[in-house]
Antibody
Framework: EVQLLESGGGLVQPGGSLRLSCAAS????????MNWVRQAPGKGLEWVSY????????YYADSVKGRFTISRDNAKNSLFLVMNSLRAEDTALYYC???????????WGQGALVTVSS | DIQLTQSPSTLSASVGDRVAITCRAS??????LAWYQQKPGKAPKLLIY???TLESGVPSRFSGSGSGTEFTLTISSLQPDDFATYYC????????FGQGTKVDIK
């Protein structure tokens, strides 16, 4: 059974940093592209970042480019998101999502809540 | 950037109704469109990809159609489990989601 489990969320002050992790199981992690998607409270979904299976291709949404860094450790079946210079508008539930065979997102974790507030 | 606009934003319907949600793209995305269902407090679930292909396990009352800039998600006979928020997503140029359509009980 495919499982994705996010961790590392919490309360951080504006300008601060946070590192999210996503532990994957139930599939061959290195064979799959991975993504981070966020959802602000009561709002819609926003794609944040993408990483290919071998980490050779990485993309970011304009809203986080230069502040967030995606990475993965295939030996540990883990995905990461380092978030720097956090702003109030980064407050959201952050989901990791597996890239499906057709560039869609076929499995999602339950999310990690990030709150940016003083 | 490609923008997606869903309509309506909210749809009130009854069990057994046929419902349709439209997703319009700001430029052609061919058939690179997916639909997701999200229930309160839960992660989104992939329903349809490549415009019209049902994800494994998704009931056949869901269907998708369209190409280019206009797409439709149709539920042929609304069931109690279908009351949720639906999002379209394009993956022609990176990824973008529509703003969502909430289907609630009439």
């Amino acid at each position: 059974e495919v499982q994705l489990l996010e961790s590392g969320g919490g309360l951080v002050q504006p300008g601060g940093s946070l590192r999210l992790s996503c532990a994957a199981s139930g599939f061959t992690f290195s064979d799959y592209e991975m993504n981070w998607v966020r959802q602000a409270p009561g709002k819609g979904l926003e794609w944040v970042s993408y990483i290919s299976g071998t980490s050779t291709m990485i993309y970011y949404a304009d809203s986080v480019k230069g502040r967030f860094t995606i990475s993965r450790d295939n030996a540990k079946n883990s995905l990461f998101l380092v978030m720097n210079s956090l702003r109030a508008e980064d407050t959201a539930l952050y989901y990791c999502a597996r890239g499906g065979s057709n560039y869609n997102f076929d499995f999602w974790g339950q999310g990690a809540l990030v709150t940016v507030s003083s | 950037d490609i923008q997606l606009t869903q309509s309506p934003s909210t749809l009130s319907a009854s069990v057994g109704d046929r419902v349709a949600i439209t997703c319009r793209a700001s430029q052609s995305i061919s058939t690179w469109l997916a639909w997701y269902q999200q229930k309160p407090g839960k992660a989104p679930k992939l329903l349809i990809y490549r415009t019209s292909t049902l994800e494994s396990g998704v009931p056949s009352r869901f269907s998708g159609s369209g190409s280019g800039t206009e797409f439709t998600l149709t539920i042929s006979s609304l069931q109690p489990d279908d009351f949720a928020t639906y999002y379209c997503q394009q993956y022609s140029d990176l990824w973008t989601f529509g703003q969502g359509t909430k289907v609630d009980i009439k």
